[in-house]
């Protein structure tokens, strides 16, 4: 009867924090590497604020891939639907876009950004239905489906908007920085750090805080032992599906206005980062996806800094140097 | 004494491997029945098919009567089927309260059903807020059983509860089994230890090359030894 009368405490489980260290080291190391305090600063800040986006993009990847096993390559996209939505919404009220009051700025902002989620989460649920039902734990079809359905997406935004690039200029309030001493931090880096920030802290919240968010990690680690217990997981799916899709939703307007620009191809990019912030995070992990995030940020924006020509190879240098530090991601979720 | 569950002519294939061929069973109301059998006979696959994790490609699985065959797993453990997973399953990145809080599906935990479970599993109320990947084997099994009994089930499905565990746990654990029988549980369990089977068991089903080929009691088994070799290859007495 030992080990069911056990009387010793078991060991607290070690919180590891070593990932978490990684930026804080990172950003310590290029101290000295970028010489000049304020160009440090800035740089951090933009890391911070490029971060962020890309953490709203990613975390609904990352939900999907660790709770469906679906490998998306569409994901780019409702970012793209996203930031085109946004366009309609802001072109007819330029007026107000161009208004010098904060609050005129974001009642346009706010509803562009609230319809742009709407119609990628809805687009979602086309998708999970049309496309990715069929083709559950069938990875090879998963693929293929999913990059035709982005070909689809970008071929008809192309066809709606036309190929030229269509720009989304940055609301008055949200121009120019906030100066202290020499340094000077972007507006809209302030903004876009807070809504990625507020973003993370609503998804961990929901996660351990409530019964859904229980289903879904528990959904991650045991889709089979969550359906034994009763819970219809096929629906979990489709409601996390929705989210991670609105949520690049949101991420594809933030980086319209942060980019002051949008196009049909405009996801291509970032669903390379996306998808090496999803693999070095840990399949699943929303706190890996958020630390990857920013670790693919800073790496963008030091090593644009400090060595140009490694601009183009410097995040699959980290993808490469993470996995051999942890092949599964900084934190690894699934058995899979 | 009514049968809770009844299979009858089931067949499951996984892939091209044609795994069930023909299960004819029944469990009784408030009975143990034990399934009995070597490595690869179909045990698993029985338990798996009867929870509709993999589908019967033929045949008839009822359940108080109720057809089951063709219902998903979420609706089959709603009428009332818990499980215990051979791998046990505990969701290992949740505390150990998360995984029953989880598993009690229908509303907030029952504080009664609560200190019942915590009377034979005192592990579990010490370790209520530790993460359930930081328990010992055998209190993840604890766990696994815990989560099947947090709410009242009709039938429960146990795959090998003692598999890897310490003779001391496993004395535990068969203690704990009986505890369950004595509230009225109706139970299909597999199990590879003879002892365990032999002091849980009141009926007995022996599994091979995914077919029965013996039903009856357990104890009439567990007292005929030249039965056990010829259908198990091996007598309670030398795996004592």
Redesign the interface.
Known sequence: MTELAATDPLPKPKRDIAPILLPVALAVVTIPLIGSPSTWLTLTAASLAMGMMIFIMASGLTLVFGLMDVLNFGHGAFIAVGAYVATLVLAPFAASVQADSLWVNLAVLAPAALLSMAVSGALGLIVERVLILPVYGQHLKQILMTTGGLIVAEQTLYALWGPQIIPTPLPTSLRGSFIIGDVAIAKYRVLATLIGLAVFIAIQLVLNRTKLGLLIRAGVENREMVEALGYRIRRLFLGVFMTGSALAGLGGVMWALYREQVHASMSDDLTVLIFIVVIIGGLGSIGGCFIGAILVAMVANYGGFLVPKLALVSNILLMVAILMWRPRGLYAVTSR | MTDLLKLSGVHTHIGRYHILQGIDLSVAQGQTTMLLGRNGAGKTTTLRTI?G?WQASRGEISLAGERIESR???DI??LGVG?V?ESM?V????TVK?NL???A?DGPLDDSQLEWIFG????LR??WL??A????G??KQ?LSIA?AIIEPRKLLLIDEPTKGL?P??V??LIE?LKEIKRKGATILLVEQNFFAARELGDNVLVMDNGTIVHRGDMAALASDVPLQERLLGLSLETHQ
Do not use: N
């Not at chain 2, 969701?91 to 949740?94: E, G, K, Q």
């Not at chain 2, 990947?133 to 010992?136: A, D, N, Q």
């Open positions: 929870m994790l998903t797993t979420p453990a709603r499980y997973p399953a969701f290992s990145d949740l998360e809080v989880l598993a599906r034979f599993f005192p592990a010490r370790f530790s993460r990947g930081s328990l010992s055998g209190q604890m989560r310490a001391a746990i004395v535990a704990c």
